[in-house]
Nanobody, 128 residues
């Protein structure tokens, strides 16, 4: 069964850090572009970051550049999102997603609504 499972969310103070994990099963994560998305209460979902097969091919949404880093461990079939200097506006449910027909971040981020594999999400709350 093709599946993505996120973990690592929680409550953190402004300026703090979290590491989100996205573990894949049923397919080899390294073969595809994996996107991170988030949806805050009352807001539309947005693409936050993405990583392609080449780990230096990445995407970051402007508001997270310099604060978030996406990486992967192929031995664990897992993608990570390291988040630093978190802000209250980063509060959201974070999802990882992919499509087994897509290998580019430009496609994954652009056609997010049509991606076939989504995790269940992990909540991040940034508050003092």
């Amino acid at each position: 069964q093709v599946q993505l499972v996120e973990s690592g969310g929680g409550l953190v103070q402004p300026g703090g850090s979290l590491r989100l994990s996205c573990a894949a099963s049923g397919f080899t994560l390294d073969d595809y572009a994996i996107g991170w998305f988030r949806q805050a209460p009352g807001k539309e979902r947005e693409g936050v970051s993405c990583i392609e097969r080449r780990p230096d091919n990445t995407y970051y949404e402007d508001s997270v550049k310099g604060r978030f880093t996406v990486s992967k461990d192929n031995t664990k079939n897992t993608v990570y999102l390291d988040m630093h200097n978190l802000r209250p506006e980063d509060t959201a449910i974070y999802y990882c997603a992919t499509d087994l027909n897509m290998r580019s971040c430009s496609m994954v981020i652009t056609v997010a609504a049509y991606l076939e594999v989504w995790g269940q999400g992990t909540g991040v709350t940034v508050s003092s």
